[in-house]
């Protein structure tokens, strides 16, 4: 069965994006994991480790956010 998980940002100027996050979670199969964005554009990574981005609309940081 493959997992989902998705992550939901804002900027300040309020344009919203979101990251999904699908990985295999089979056990006896091959592993694999795919990131897919929208609104977002890399920007590296946080000091946590995290995937950083920005706003694909204004270029502002974006910041996590609940649903």
Known sequence: ???RSY???I???GHQ???KTSENDQPYSTP???ITTQGLVNAG???MGY????CEVCKKPMVPCSA
């Open 45 to 47: 990574e946080d000091s």
């Open 11 to 13: 900027c300040p100027a």
């Open 17 to 19: 994006g979101t990251e």
């Open 32 to 34: 694999w994991e795919s």
């Open 1 to 3: 069965m493959t997992m």
């Open 51 to 54: 995937k950083a981005y920005v």
């Open 7 to 9: 992550r939901y940002f």
